[in-house]
């Protein structure tokens, strides 16, 4: 194996994660299982050749079980094929390796701290990951790569001023590919949008000219470019980059799921249904699965979307630990398990107090009409002044209920002044509420 490939596969360990089913099914029990069992592959060469690698490395750590470096590349290669395949399998099984490699050894071995913490990223076990990532920083200080993954971990869990000098202290590197998304998102989360545009858009460009990095991080640059277009009602560019990254992985599902959304937001359930059960054919994302709940109910069909969604459910309350937010959310517009939502909300601020975790606190508190304990949370949930339209959105309908109107007009003014379409379903309800308090606000002036 060339020297340049291992280095490339363990300095993009930090980042975040073909086949159709025909029509527009229901998801039932036995599609999860197949699913879960036999997971779809986005790009059979690159996968083979990953094949190959881990089984050449598990050749050396049969010949040799006390290798610290061949656990060290067997965990990166299972971390990268996760990614690639959606199974989650490898990425208990590169947290087995990184753990077995730095057993054997700490010294000169911070890459696997690294490849450790970015799978523990990947569970969403966001305290381990960043008890992890300390120990890379701590053993190797000057790579920068080791503290933005451990930037990474701090943003994650709320830990904002920490993040913050982090990330002062990286700017210096935004053109480090394995450095600007983390500096985008930082950007977006502190409201300075047009930079994240321009970080992400630099990136994209010097990632689409590198033959060094695997096709699925390319795509992944692409994804990122394009949920944050269609975030912020740029729909026409948020297309091209969804249709730019398929160029590169024709089977990438976090791609196919964004597609979806596009879709459902653009009016076309069944184009949305298409993309959904692409994606789902490779792994069951929550937020896919909401979306299609959604598409069904847009043709009408609520039969077929209680069905899907009563699926879902049992699928989804299978998970350890917090929901899926986007779940979460889906669950709470849709008033279905309200109680069960907020508790798993409020269990998870527990360790994490981030703004999104005050975010949904806040609306399932919204939901439950315990509007006084809703406000404080969804106070903190705008502490960083991010221009997220759902954060306005639940802010201005909360403001609303407690009967403060001129609050109110404002967050929903700032909801849709973002992106009119920022949800499916919610932005009517934005809107409708914004008509009616305006009129109401209007014979006072």
Known sequence: MRIHRQLAILAFAGFAILSAWGGNRIVRAADLKRAREVPSIASPRELERHNLEIAAWSRALAVDPGSAISLEMLAALHLQRARETGNDADYLRAEQYARRSLALRINRNARTYVTLASTLMAEHRFVEAESVASRAVAYEPGVPEYLALL??????????????????????????LSIAPRLARWAELNGRTAAAFQILGDAVAAADTRLDIPTEQIAWFHFRLGDLEMRNRRFRRARQEFERGLETEPGDYRILGGLARLSLLEDDPDQALAYGERAIAIKLDPATLGIMGDAF??????????????????AVRGQPGAYHRAWSLFLLDHNRRVDEVYCKALAELATRKDIYGYDILGWSLYRLGRYAEAAANLRSALQLGTHDPLLYYHAGMLESALGHQKEAIAFLASALRINPRFDYTQHRIARATLDSLSRIEAPAR
């Open 151 to 176: 930037a990474e971990t701090q943003l994650e869990l709320g830990s904002y001023e920490k993040a913050r000098q982090a990330f002062d202290s990286l700017q210096r590197f935004g053109s480090t």
């Open 297 to 314: 109910l847009a043709k009408g069909d609520t039969a077929a979307a209680e069905e899907n969604l009563r699926t879902m459910e049992i």
